[in-house]
């Protein structure tokens, strides 16, 4: 038997009655409003250059499904959990790193994955841009980048030997510790520096995704090359205003 259809249903019934039944169908505005989802908490912000701009450094594809599909991803699993716990929405996303184990349940390994991928890429995306001659630290940032680490090319080092000692997935950090140092770590997925309250000044992605169709397994290149596509007037812009 075929099934009936929405017309055909409501002309059989009356026109009080469908009325009367449409009236009991129908959501209240109360109930429609909180059956609708509140606005997203985070959006995919658009990349700050074209997606073929870091080529040869970091290929055009690889950018695009980056970016695209699994900064995408992040942004939308983070919306829906926090449409389950709309309270967190007024929050600044450092702050629920900083709240993590205070988090419900449900939501809390979303948010620690999905929100620190959405942060983590938005801040690697801003730390990069085409190749130029301006590729080595400036202004403040090199003084203390100087300071602390004894010269620039030893904090490149070092950066990049965290990177190769990072197991797996994560991230290699330059960040501004409590006592107001830089200091170098790495974070394992998509924790960060947030999360134990220092404050991330660069960032770079050493999961396979980031680098894979142009440098395969070999992450002692993308780490060397990617030297070339740092946009040091952000990054130093970046610490300037940390340190404000
Ligand atoms: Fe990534």
Known sequence: MNPITRRQWLTTLGTTSSAIVLTQLLPTPAQADEAKPSSPYATLPPLPYAYDALAPYIDERTMTIHHDLHHGAYVKNLNAALDKFPKYK?????????????????????????????????????SMGPKTDNSEPIGELATAITKDFGSIEEFKKQFVEAGMQRFGSGW???????????????????????????????GNDLWEHAYYLTYQNRRAEYLAQWWNVVNWTAVNDRYKKAIA
């Open 172 to 202: 290699v950090w330059l960040a501004i510790t409590r006592k107001g140092n830089l200091a170098i770590s790495t974070t394992p997925n998509q924790d960060n520096p947030c999360m134990v309250s220092d404050i991330p000044i660069l």
């Open 90 to 126: 007024e929050k600044p996303i450092e702050d629920l790193f900083r709240i993590l184990n205070k988090l419900p349940e449900e939501i809390r390994r979303t948010v620690r994955n999905n929100g620190g991928g959405h942060y983590n890429h938005s801040l690697f995306w801003e």
